[in-house]
């Protein structure tokens, strides 16, 4: 099957008075038709700065300095402009971030469906746009009334509901999520969430879900993505997200970082440390200030990937040249 993303070596630059900061370095990911592969990384590690490049949407000081996107076989960075305007939305299309701001404030939400209709499928007629409005909130369960409704007198879940129907309105193969539920509060966040694994289950399409939150990431994907300080450090099936599976030291440090209650309390442990200064990066491993496991040699040399059998890890832990040599970090402390 031809996969919806093909991420190759992408690294992209933000140009900053104090230097260029290396958001996102290297990476690679694949995602495959009707999947979710969920992208986690704590604040600063470049999720979003991934998304908007694949959505060609890095703007300013921003620059893809090197690797490829591919959406549906595409490489998006060869579309001119006016094929990239027809692209967006209808092959591939984002919930951003800040979604209380993706609304437009003076427009009725059906203003703003029938817009997103009528500015790509220009022979549509406003009769049939305005149809497929209220089809589209009634598929994420908004009653029709509120067609007439501006952003501010809906609810925070109705108006993300209004982001996400705008967002799959066309039909597009990939929906790009940055952080879709985490402005609401837990009750509407978990109604959201069942609501966007219905439509996705309905609809078929991908969805690279963006998220700080392990737990709410391990839910709703098949296949996690973690990044740390702009780079990919690894790609895990969900399912073997757990304590006694291989992983990388900062996906072991973000297991344990979720509160788990056992009999008599709640367990909590977060990660010491910072992440490091994108504009001067460590030489070596990018994680070993934090690392456990860490020797002289993961500060000396970047590690590369490995690949095993339930995930794709960067780390010189699982080399399989270095086994049994002392300089090289090993599991057991
Ligand atoms: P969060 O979880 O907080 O949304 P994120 O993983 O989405 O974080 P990004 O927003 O992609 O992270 O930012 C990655 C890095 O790039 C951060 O260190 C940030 O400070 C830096 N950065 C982002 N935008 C700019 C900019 N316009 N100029 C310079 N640096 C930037
Ligand atoms: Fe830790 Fe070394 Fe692996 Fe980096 S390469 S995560 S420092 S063990
Ligand atoms: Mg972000």
């Not at 990239?84 to 939400?109: D, G, H």
């Not at 500015?119 to 009653?143: C, F, G, N, T």
């Not at 780079?231 to 788990?260: C, F, Q, S, W």
């Amino acid at each position: 099957v031809q996969p919806v993303l093909e991420i190759e070596d992408v690294t992209v630059v933000y140009d900053s008075p104090s230097g260029p900061v290396q958001a996102v370095s290297d990476v690679n990911l694949t995602v495959y038709p009707g999947t979710i592969v969920g992208l986690i990384g704590e604040s600063g590690s470049g999720k979003s700065t991934l998304a908007n490049a694949i959505m060609r949407l890095l703007r300013g000081n921003a620059r893809l300095t090197k690797g490829q996107i591919r959406v549906m076989g595409t490489d998006i960075y060869a579309l001119s402009k006016r094929e990239l305007r027809t692209f967006r939305w209808s092959r591939m299309s984002m919930v951003f971030q800040s979604a209380m701001t993706a609304l437009n404030p003076v427009m009725t939400v059906e203003k703003q469906i029938v817009d997103t209709f009528r500015s790509h499928r220009p022979q549509m007629s406003v009769k049939e746009a305005k149809e497929r409005a209220r089809d589209l909130l009634r598929l994420v369960r908004i009653d029709e009334k509120h067609l007439r409704s501006f952003p501010h007198e809906l609810s925070g879940g109705m108006r993300q509901r209004v982001v996400i129907a705008i967002a799959i309105a066309l039909e597009p193969q990939l929906v790009i999520m940055d952080e879709p539920t985490t402005a609401l509060d837990v009750v509407v966040q978990r109604s959201i969430l069942n609501q966007i694994q219905e439509l996705q289950a309905e609809r078929g399409f991908a969805i690279l879900f963006i998220s700080h939150d392990f737990s709410l990431v391990t839910e709703i994907a098949s296949r996690v993505a973690i990044m740390y300080a702009g780079r990919m450090v690894e790609n895990t099936e969900a399912k073997v997200l757990l304590p006694e599976v291989d992983h990388h030291p900062y996906t072991e440090g973000l297991m344990r970082a979720i509160p788990r209650l056992t009999y008599e309390d709640v367990v909590i442990e977060g990660i010491q440390g910072h992440p490091p200064d994108l504009i001067d990066l460590p030489s070596g491993c990018a994680y070993s200030p934090r690392c456990p496991y860490a020797t002289a040699a993961c500060m000396e040399i970047r590690p590369t990937l490995h690949r095993l059998s339930h995930a794709t890890i960067e780390c010189h832990l699982y080399s399989p040249t270095k086994e049994g040599d002392s300089e090289w970090p090993a599991k057991q402390l």
